[in-house]
């Protein structure tokens, strides 16, 4: 089938913040979130896999990835992230959707899923396990404490902003390295991942998402409280060579007691840390399946297990 949708081009508006996003296709919502460091390209390839396969894709920019998204207050906590996704869902006005995300767009998925649920019908996440876990557990395995060293690296204001920007932001270009081991995206694509980050006061916003989340009380928190359950059927993506965080540390986090309505989780082969655009075949056919089974009204097969 020939994919014949248009790239659209969105804004969506919180307050005073105006959020922008690239849209393909008609049909059931699937709302896509991007990382760090990332934009709202990160899914140039699911776009078009969604809408040929009958769905609406909208892949949102997130909170101070663009000047006019950057909050007065610098508010960067997970809670005020996911709150701009609910104003993005109520101003489409089509019910609850799909969302999936990746890196950030995970750990914002999981937290807005588990306080909101009936947003959404599904969620998928790539790259990053149970948020509140990692937080509370995965960062006290060494070797995962280890990979995630740049965490606390961010938390150091000027010093690693300045670190970051210099010798035309080879420390980004080293993380993507770092991260999706043996592969090379095209140019364009990094390039145009430090042209966002190159925008005023766009740097200081995305790391202020570090900065907000590594806190003592997240470190300390209670597993009560890191626990949380996340009421929302879940597909979860790693792949197997994630430099960022251990494709072994995802899956031991990947609880089942967490998911009361049901968890995948998928190994996605010759994949690091950019596995939606490492392997865009393979993670459509997973993604479109999931979202068909979904929307289908398919829970009567089981949705536990795993699948390497």
Known sequence: MAITADLEHLSFQRGPLVFTAKAMGEGPVVICLHGFPDNAGSFR????????????????????YECASIPENG??????????????????????????G?????????????AAPHFFKSLT???????GRFARDGLRIPRQLKMSWYMGFFNLPWVSDWVVRRRDYAFIRNLWREWSPGWSPAPDVIESVIDTLSQPGVLSATLGYYRAALSLSALLAGADDAHYPVPVPTLALSGERDGCIASDVFERLTVASDYPEGMRFHRIAEAGHFLHQEQPRAVNSLLIDWLNAIDDDCRGETLTGDGD
């Open 125 to 131: 996440t790539m790259a990053v396990p149970h948020a």
């Open 75 to 100: 508010d960067y906590s997970v809670e005020a992230i996911a709150a701009d996704i609910y104003a993005v869902i109520d101003q489409l006005d089509q019910g609850p959707v799909h969302l999936v």
């Open 45 to 64: 390839h699911q776009l078009p896999a969604l809408a040929e396969a009958g769905f609406r894709a909208i892949s949102v920019t997130l909170r101070g």
């Open 102 to 114: 990746h890196d950030w767009g995970a750990a914002i998925a999981y937290n807005a899923a588990a």
